[in-house]
T-cell receptor, first 110, second 116 residues
Framework: SQQGEEDPQALSIQEGENATMNCSYK?????LQWYRQNSGRGLVHLIL?????REKHSGRLRVTLDTSKKSSSLLITASRAADTASYFC??????????FGEGTQLTVNP | EAGVAQSPRYKIIEKRQSVAFWCNPI?????LYWYQQILGQGPKLLIQ????????DSQLPKDRFSAERLKGVDSTLKIQPAKLEDSAVYLC??????????????FGPGTRLTVT
C-alpha cells in the first residue's frame, strides 16, 4: 500500500509564483525524501528530512515535516518553467526502503 | 561522477516472451534497488540488494521476476514470461551503505517496457 499521498495531484502556476505540494503518510517514519521526475526521465533526489528535523532548505526549495500530523510540504519559491515535472514524496520507516506516493504534476507556465 | 547506467532504454516484446534489464550503479554504492513504475504512479520497490545479498524482495513477483547482483556491482532484472501488466518503466537506483538515518537514492534513466 502507498505510504505517502501527495496533494494536489496536479498544480499549474505562472513563472515567478510559489508552488506548494503536500504529502501525508500513515505510520511513523525514519526520514522523508522528495524527488523530482521530468517526463521520460529517472528520479532526481531533492531533499531528505529526518524525523527529528522540522525544516530544511536547499536553494529555492523549503521542506517542512510535522510528525504529529504525519505530513510534509515542499515549497518551491520563484518557480521557473524548468521546474515543470512530477514531484514525489517517499517515506522510510526503517533502513533504506522507500515507499513513494503517486506524485504531484507541477506545470509552470512561462 | 558517472550516474547510474541502465540498458536498454526501450524494449517492446510480446506477452509470454522473456526480457532482461541491466544496471550499473554509481561506483562505491553498496545498495542497489530495482523499481517498477507504472504510468501515472509512483515507483514501487521490487528488490533491494546490499552488496550481492538480497535485503528485501517482498514485492517481487517471484513466479516470473528474478534479479541478481553478481560480484556486488552490476545487476540484471529478468521477466519470464512477460504479461501485459508488466508494461512499465523499470528504474534502477543506488545509494551508499544502508544507514540508520537514511541516504538519498540516485536513479538511472529507466527502461521503458511495452508488452503487446
Amino acid at each position: 500500500s502507498q505510504q505517502g499521498e501527495e496533494d494536489p495531484q496536479a498544480l499549474s502556476i505562472q513563472e515567478g509564483e510559489n508552488a506548494t505540494m503536500n504529502c501525508s503518510y500513515k505510520t511513523s517514519i525514519n526520514n522523508l525524501q522528495w524527488y523530482r521526475q521530468n517526463s521520460g526521465r529517472g528520479l532526481v533526489h531533492l531533499i531528505l528530512i529526518r524525523s527529528n528535523e522540522r525544516e530544511k532548505h536547499s536553494g529555492r526549495l523549503r521542506v517542512t515535516l510535522d510528525t504529529s500530523k504525519k505530513s510534509s510540504s515542499l515549497l518551491i519559491t520563484a518557480s521557473r518553467a524548468a521546474d515543470t515535472a512530477s514531484y514525489f514524496c517517499a517515506t522510510a520507516v526503517s533502513g533504506s526502503r522507500l515507499t513513494f506516493g503517486e506524485g504531484t504534476q507541477l506545470t509552470v507556465n512561462p | 561522477e558517472a550516474g547510474v547506467a541502465q540498458s536498454p532504454r526501450y524494449k517492446i516484446i510480446e506477452k509470454r516472451q522473456s526480457v532482461a534489464f541491466w544496471c550499473n550503479p554509481i561506483s562505491g554504492h553498496a545498495t542497489l534497488y530495482w523499481y517498477q513504475q507504472i504510468l501515472g504512479q509512483g515507483p514501487k520497490l521490487l528488490i533491494q540488494f546490499q552488496n550481492n545479498g538480497v535485503v528485501d524482495d517482498s514485492q517481487l513477483p517471484k513466479d516470473r521476476f528474478s534479479a541478481e547482483r553478481l560480484k556486488g556491482v552490476d545487476s540484471t532484472l529478468k521477466i519470464q514470461p512477460a504479461k501485459l501488466e508488466d508494461s512499465a518503466v523499470y528504474l534502477c537506483a543506488s545509494s551508499l551503505l544502508i544507514g540508520r538515518t537514511g541516504n538519498p537514492q540516485y536513479f538511472g534513466p529507466g527502461t521503458r517496457l511495452t508488452v503487446t
